[in-house]
């Protein structure tokens, strides 16, 4: 087994610039296409189930927010009509994820939008998403194993138990090891090119992406399962930090200069009071102005969570180790509703 991983990952280092390549000539023909009507129909009839299995729609006024940078981007796609076609939801599940299915359909759950810090940072997984549906990946694959994998993941996360997930998925994940990578790195070139044509600044993906990174490697140690809970060679997805080294490439290429922008306020305050963590009539956002005695250390000791408070402060406010908070500007604490 051990030695068909190694070939299966040497394989999809020597052929990842050929299909770069081949990659880039398809985003380009996909220009002007348009959401086929097949697509939509498996999208509408999954809908509903995904919805149910990811903790219902969120319906807080966050997610008029969403939808409104979603479909700013989705345009950018090249689709016809798919500031139309596209359907964005925010889902009240407490687990960090986004997906995408066929039909436009994007998701995003308020877990995911409460580690952002800005507007660009939430366009930049929104594009993601946006990309995995203009190249057409779930279609490309078995859309009905794709989005059963969806519903398992959503099982088990809600249960806790991923014994049954593991033993389904384990021998697929692995012969489509290449595959769903693939997948991955062309939907995040796609979603740096939609946000920088957006208006956004393109480096947000990247500070995403490494705030993503930080906050799962900071939940598996809570868990007790180490750094990481699963090798990267087993994953479907790149490990964090080769993606984020991979999408401050991509927005170099972009030609964007890489200055530090401006707290994003409006979209800080946006988040304000939105339910926050496994509980959400427990534990909500709350965004402070930094005074002037604040610190990392007191600011942390007040948000409502049992262990390692400093470390989830840094993670929810972008905030690297060593460095600390400025006063007057803005912060996210998770304090109790």
């Not at 087994?1 to 190694?6: P, W």
């Not at 996909?30 to 189930?49: E, T, V």
């Not at 033993?167 to 920088?196: C, H």
């Given at each position: 087994?051990?030695?068909l991983?190694?070939?299966l990952v040497?394989?999809?280092?020597t052929t990842?610039?050929?299909?770069?390549q081949q990659?880039?000539?398809?985003?380009t023909?996909r220009?002007?296409m348009?959401?086929?009507?097949?697509?939509?129909?498996?999208?509408?009839?999954?809908?509903?189930?995904l919805?149910?299995?990811?903790?219902?729609?969120f319906t807080?006024?966050?997610?008029?927010y969403?939808?409104?940078?979603g479909?700013?981007?989705?345009?950018?796609?090249g689709?016809?009509?798919?500031s139309?076609?596209f359907?964005?939801?925010?889902?009240n599940?407490?687990?960090?994820?986004?997906?995408?299915?066929?039909g436009?359909?994007?998701?995003?759950?308020r877990?995911?939008l409460?580690?952002?810090?800005?507007?660009a940072?939430l366009a930049?997984?929104l594009?993601?998403?946006?990309?995995?549906?203009?190249?057409r990946h779930?279609?490309r694959?078995?859309t009905?194993?794709t989005?059963g994998s969806?519903?398992?993941?959503?099982?088990?996360?809600?249960t806790?138990?991923?014994?049954?997930?593991?033993?389904v998925?384990?021998g697929a994940q692995l012969y489509?090891?290449?595959?769903g990578?693939?997948?991955?790195?062309?939907?995040?070139?796609?979603?740096?090119?939609y946000?920088?044509a957006?208006?956004?600044?393109?480096?947000a993906a990247?500070?995403?992406?490494n705030?993503?990174?930080?906050?799962t490697t900071?939940?598996?140690?809570?868990s007790?399962?180490?750094?990481?809970s699963t090798?990267t060679?087993a994953?479907?997805?790149p490990n964090?930090q080769d993606?984020?080294?991979r999408?401050?490439?991509?927005a170099?290429?972009?030609?964007?200069?890489n200055?530090?922008?401006?707290?994003?306020?409006?979209?800080?305050?946006?988040l304000?009071g939105?339910?926050?963590?496994?509980?959400?009539d427990?534990?909500?956002?709350?965004?402070v102005i930094v005074?002037?005695?604040?610190?990392?250390?007191t600011l942390?000791?007040?948000?409502a969570?049992?262990?390692?408070?400093?470390e989830?402060?840094r993670?929810?406010?972008?905030l690297s180790?060593g460095?600390?908070v400025t006063?007057?500007r803005?912060v996210?604490?998770?304090?109790?509703?």
């Amino acid at each position: 087994m051990r030695r068909l991983i190694a070939i299966l990952v040497a394989t999809a280092a020597t052929t990842a610039p050929a299909e770069a390549q081949q990659q880039q000539r398809q985003a380009t023909q996909r220009q002007a296409m348009a959401i086929s009507a097949s697509d939509r129909q498996q999208g509408l009839a999954a809908h509903p189930q995904l919805v149910t299995q990811f903790g219902g729609v969120f319906t807080g006024p966050q997610s008029a927010y969403v939808e409104r940078v979603g479909r700013r981007v989705a345009v950018q796609s090249g689709l016809s009509n798919a500031s139309s076609d596209f359907t964005v939801t925010t889902l009240n599940s407490p687990v960090e994820n986004a997906f995408a299915v066929v039909g436009g359909y994007v998701y995003v759950t308020r877990q995911l939008l409460g580690l952002m810090n800005s507007e660009a940072e939430l366009a930049s997984v929104l594009g993601h998403e946006v990309g995995h549906v203009a190249a057409r990946h779930a279609a490309r694959r078995n859309t009905r194993a794709t989005i059963g994998s969806l519903l398992a993941a959503g099982a088990a996360q809600i249960t806790g138990s991923e014994t049954a997930s593991r033993l389904v998925g384990a021998g697929a994940q692995l012969y489509t090891l290449r595959y769903g990578r693939d997948q991955e790195y062309e939907a995040d070139s796609l979603g740096v090119r939609y946000i920088a044509a957006a208006g956004y600044n393109p480096y947000a993906a990247a500070s995403m992406l490494n705030a993503l990174d930080s906050s799962t490697t900071l939940t598996a140690r809570a868990s007790g399962t180490g750094s990481r809970s699963t090798p990267t060679w087993a994953s479907t997805h790149p490990n964090g930090q080769d993606r984020v080294r991979r999408a401050t490439q991509l927005a170099a290429a972009t030609g964007r200069p890489n200055v530090s922008a401006a707290q994003d306020t409006a979209f800080l305050q946006m988040l304000d009071g939105m339910p926050y963590g496994p509980a959400a009539d427990k534990t909500v956002l709350r965004v402070v102005i930094v005074q002037p005695r604040d610190t990392v250390a007191t600011l942390a000791a007040r948000m409502a969570v049992p262990q390692f408070q400093q470390e989830r402060f840094r993670a929810l406010n972008g905030l690297s180790v060593g460095q600390e908070v400025t006063p007057g500007r803005l912060v996210k604490l998770i304090l109790p509703a």
